[in-house]
């Protein structure tokens, strides 16, 4: 069927189908407005792990979402499409991960890894592997790109979307990350790992498209992160000093304004789940007490979204299910929300926002 035919004939006050794509959204890649690449990798995590299967527990819950959102009732009618991982994503996710661990129990008792070629040697084979996916995260971005789609990633840890980012470069020349996170993720090369999930902004300030990155919601960081963010390109907001503002008297939105208003023309969001208060997340890897609502953050990026500058992109990750299917729940929802808020940036028709009589 063609798309006119699908919009004129699925109900979505339905549940959504068995078969289709995320969201129970029953349009093909090619009629999609929006595609998802989930990447579930988690190769260098080092606390916490489950983060790979991230998208499997997000696609799960999507199906549950209602697709008539109160602000972008209009979005479902675009097509979201979650894309096909690669089989080898996942396999070498685990099979690098287990070679990962002996190296990261040796330096945490204190050894040198250079000491021991062995380790040395598939600490080297990591950090190939994690290059190599990059690469391959890249291309898979730049396939959909080309085809006009608007493309977004869904992690895996928060290493994922380097690759992501990459691509984004080829097409933009300048542009900025809104970061919303309980870590700065500027270590360089976390305990040995170039590309480490507490590197990735690190990383990708070694991209010179990269003009400014913004962190919101920051609380827990070494002196080494600290080092880089004050020589370099990064504005922290910390979550101390975002609840000192509060408890003394300004507003979110006035918070929000002010961190909108020191974001480049052109923005990608990074959004790491545990930036939230971790109830929302409690399964998430490196979980830390205080963060931001689910609201709040909604509201920060439904507001960047009125402004004129641009969102070109965004990446959720760190969703790590349970025992049951909240942090899957909580995942879809934003991913929904972002979508909605992706759409709207870049003037695609999602719909007038819904107004209750009160």
């Known amino acids: 069927m063609t798309k006119e035919q699908i919009l004129e004939n699925f109900d979505p006050s339905q549940p ?27 190769v260098t995590v080092s606390y916490g792990a489950g983060a790979s299967e991230g998208p499997d527990a997000i696609m799960d819950a999507s199906f549950q979402v209602d697709l008539n959102h109160q602000e972008f009732p209009e979005l479902w009618k675009l097509g979201i499409y979650m894309d096909e991982a690669p089989s080898h994503w996942a396999k070498n996710s685990e099979k690098y991960k287990g070679l990962a661990q002996p190296i990261i ?4 008792a ?3 890894v250079s000491a021991f070629p062995a380790l040395q040697s598939d600490l080297d084979k990591i950090n190939k592997a994690c290059k ?3 690469e391959e995260v890249k291309n898979r971005v730049l396939h959909w790109m080309n085809q006009g789609k608007k493309v977004v990633l869904l992690g895996g840890d928060h290493s994922t979307p380097l690759g992501y980012y990459q691509a984004m470069a080829t097409k933009h020349d300048s542009f900025g990350i809104l970061h919303l996170d309980a870590h700065m993720d500027l270590r360089i090369a976390y305990e040995g790992f170039t590309y480490s999930h507490a590197s990735i902004m690190y990383n990708a300030l070694q991209i010179p498209q990269i003009s400014k990155i913004v962190q919101v919601g920051i609380r827990d960081f070494c002196e080494q992160e600290v080092e880089v963010a004050l020589k370099d390109r990064v504005l922290v907001h910390t979550d101390m000093d975002l609840k000192q503002e509060a408890f003394e008297g300004k507003t979110w939105q006035q918070q929000c304004d002010h961190i909108i208003a020191s974001l480049p023309e052109k923005v990608l969001v990074s959004f790491d789940i545990d ?15 205080g963060g931001f609502s689910f609201e709040q ?14 969102i070109i992109g965004f990446d959720l990750v760190e969703v790590v299910p349970g025992d049951d299917d909240w942090d899957g ?30």
């Not at 997340?281 to 979980?287: K, L, M, R, Y």
């Open 132 to 134: 190599d996916m990059n």
């Open 105 to 108: 129990e040796a330096l945490e």
């Open 297 to 310: 953050a909604a509201y920060l990026l439904s507001r960047l979204a009125e402004t004129d500058k641009e």
């Open 16 to 42: 959504g189908l068995a078969d289709a794509t995320v969201f129970g959204l029953p349009f093909s890649a090619e009629q999609s407005e929006i595609i998802v690449i989930p990447v579930p990798w988690e």
């Open 275 to 289: 930036g939230m208060f971790p109830w929302y997340c409690p399964n998430t890897g490196t979980p830390v007490p």
């Open 329 to 358: 729940n909580v995942g879809a929802r934003m991913l929904f929300h972002m979508c909605g808020v992706l759409a709207k940036s870049q003037q695609l028709n999602v719909g007038k926002k819904i107004k209750f009589n009160r």
């Open 110 to 112: 204190g050894e040198d």
